[in-house]
């Protein structure tokens, strides 16, 4: 467990809870004690799911500026690596991920949210990429994902103004799911993460691995990639456990080893 990262893990669900106050500033320590939380939840077969949340007031106000304002290019060119591939961790978790947001998301910490396959936000929630006011661009991951995600177009002035989203706009052009009350954040995204405490671990993870995948290549290597994943599931004990399920007793009854 790390000093301001930690994996909780109750009834299937991980919980990869920031806590480095005031604003979960994101600090080298942070990113890999973030690094290794993923791995640990990726690796762990009693975490069906991962919920990636920051506490009741803020989900991450972006990285420590502090650390990063005396950092020279050869400083940098070193480090820029290491700090999107530690969110990349986060994406690379072949379960289900969730992130909860409340109050700020910005510059990384939006960055981070948006390595989780889902994002649930507070109705106070401030999203954004503010990096071009400190005239440098977002480098974990933002002007890639954030794209994917919204679209070139919005993600584009999102980028160049660094101006800040209020939840009901990032409702509105899919740059989050849902939006509740702040106090409702929390449970809402467990909600959401455990009901793939008893799901086909492996179905999941193939269905990850294929959506991702395919959004990074052509159609075609899209379609080769889920014949592929297809094809290995029924290797597994739950393809054997789920149509035997649906044979005998109908579809939605079958209880999943994950193997």
Request: hydrophobic share 40%; net charge negative.
């Amino acid at each position: 467990m790390g000093e301001f990262v930690r994996l909780e893990v109750d009834s299937g669900v991980g919980t990869i809870r920031l806590d480095r106050p005031p604003m979960n500033a994101l600090n080298r320590q942070v990113q890999e004690e973030i690094r290794a939380a993923a791995q640990e939840a990726a690796g762990r077969d009693d975490v069906r799911a991962v919920i990636v949340y920051g506490g009741e007031k803020v989900f991450a106000a972006g990285a420590d500026i502090k650390e990063m304002a005396d950092m020279s290019y050869a400083d940098m060119s070193a480090r820029a690596g290491q700090l999107s591939s530690s969110f990349s961790a986060v994406a690379g978790i072949p379960k289900p991920t969730v992130a909860a947001i409340t109050g700020y998301a910005l510059g990384g910490g939006l960055e981070l949210a948006l390595c989780c396959d889902r994002r649930i936000a507070g109705d106070n929630a401030k999203v954004g990429q503010p990096e071009i006011l400190l005239g440098i661009i977002p480098g974990a991951g933002g002007t890639q994902r954030l794209p994917r995600l919204v679209g070139p177009s919005k993600a584009k002035d999102i980028i160049y103004t660094g101006r800040f989203v209020d939840a009901q706009e990032a409702l509105h052009i899919g740059l989050v799911d849902e939006v509740v009350a702040p106090d409702d954040v929390y449970e809402t995204a467990k909600r959401w993460a455990s009901q793939f405490s008893g799901a086909a671990a492996q179905a999941l993870a193939a269905a990850k691995t294929a959506v991702d995948g395919g959004l990074d290549g052509d159609l075609n290597s899209g379609l080769r990639l889920e014949s592929n994943v297809f094809a290995a599931l029924f290797a597994t004990e739950d393809q054997k456990t789920g149509m035997r399920s649906f044979i005998e007793n109908g579809p939605g009854k079958a209880t999943f080893s994950g193997k």
